[in-house]
């Protein structure tokens, strides 16, 4: 079992930037990847960025050169630092961790972007 708490998230004005974490607990070395989804008020589920246990990452193409995800395994979180917030970012953000071909979620953390 691996447990995921997201923190960060608050309202931000366009062009701001913000750093959200999730910490990690549990079975943690069995994480073989994390990443951040978001989802906007009727819109599906997205993928925002990921980064693998080697340090690999992707992004998706509406974030790419705003938004760097990150990991420090001394502290067991992983962090998604966005800048130049636009009010299209605006959407609940959840951190996901694969461990062994089982996919585990956090409850979420609401961006907002706003003036």
């Known amino acids: 079992q691996v447990q995921l708490v997201e923190s960060g998230g608050g309202l931000v004005q366009p062009g701001g930037s913000l750093r959200l974490s999730c910490a990690a607990s549990?079975?943690?070395?069995?994480?073989?990847?994390m990443a951040w989804y978001r989802q906007a008020p009727g819109k599906q589920r997205e993928l925002v960025a990921a980064i693998t246990r080697s340090g690999s990452t992707n992004y998706a193409d509406s974030v790419k050169g705003r938004f760097t995800i990150s990991g420090d395994n001394a502290k067991n979180t992983v962090y998604l630092q966005m800048n130049s917030l636009k009010p299209e970012d605006t959407a609940v953000y959840y951190c996901?961790?694969?461990?062994?071909?089982?996919?585990?979620w956090g409850r979420g953390t609401q961006v907002t972007v706003s003036s």
């Open positions: 996901k961790a694969l461990a062994r071909g089982i996919a585990y």
């Open positions: 549990g079975n943690i070395f069995s994480i073989s990847a």
